[in-house]
């Protein structure tokens, strides 16, 4: 269960968020400052390199322990910050006005927040059968 809650894990911040977001929604918006798309691809690229070697961990090393806590900082980290978004003017609506959601709730916060649960979960749930 842990492999498989923290590769979905990575699968969504390294290969989904940036085939998402190498586009002109983000990356390539003309609305967007030089210096906003640095700190994009930053952490497109940061993100997508930790959900490597996470991946590695995972399967080659058979560790988890870091690999969760690793995902859980990144997936954790968005959803913070999707949280805190009114504090510093944030918002996951594009200048148009649309959002990508499914069931009515943002595709980010979803899939994040299951990836995140999934992984907690397992980890209570293995805590619980070793006490």
């Not at 002109?24 to 918006?29: I, R, Y």
């Not at 906003?36 to 993100?47: A, D, F, M, P």
């Not at 322990?65 to 959803?79: C, Q, R």
């Amino acid at each position: 269960m842990k492999k498989i809650a923290i590769t979905f894990s990575v699968l969504l911040y390294a290969l989904v968020v940036p085939f998402l977001e190498i586009n002109d929604t983000h990356v390539l918006n003309p609305d967007w400052t030089p210096h906003v798309r640095i700190h994009e691809v930053w952490q497109l690229v940061t993100n997508s390199s930790i959900g490597i070697l996470c991946l590695w961990l995972v399967w080659f090393k058979k560790e988890t322990k870091i690999s969760a806590i690793l995902s859980l900082l990144v997936t954790g980290g968005f959803l913070l910050a999707y949280a805190l978004q009114e504090t510093y003017g944030g918002s996951m609506k594009y200048l148009d006005g649309s959002e990508k959601t499914l069931f009515g709730i943002n595709i980010g916060v979803l899939g994040f927040g299951i990836a995140f649960a999934l992984i907690l979960m397992s980890y209570v749930l293995k805590n619980r059968k070793t006490h």
